[in-house]
């Protein structure tokens, strides 16, 4: 199996990468944006047949397409995985559940 993520393969280019990941994040974004609201998983957070959970692997998938064919950049799980978590973060489409720590919530919802 040969290495592709140009991370391991040119790990001084701090420049690249970084603008490689902004664009993959920036990229979340936008996707997340095209949904209306997104509910985070309830009691278990690890279940992957929960909708937000395979909503990232679709996502994850189609931003290392969209970073191939966009910017023949190859990026590593693990930038796809922070990029995707960091627009979740920023996102106002996503809500935590109650279980989650959710403190805002009211008793009648």
Partial sequence: MAIDFD???D????ERHRAAEAALE?????RLADFPHLRLP??????YDAPFNRLHAALVER???HSLHEY???PTPMQLSQAFYRAV?????????????????????
């Fill in 7 to 9: 991370l391991w393969i």
């Fill in 72 to 74: 023949a950049y190859s």
């Fill in 89 to 109: 973060a920023r996102s106002n489409k996503v809500i935590l559940d109650f279980q989650h720590g959710d403190s805002h919530r009211s008793d009648t919802d």
């Fill in 42 to 47: 309830g009691p278990d957070p690890y279940d």
């Fill in 26 to 30: 920036h990229w979340f974004m936008e």
């Fill in 11 to 14: 790990p001084d280019d701090r």
């Fill in 63 to 65: 931003a290392r397409d």
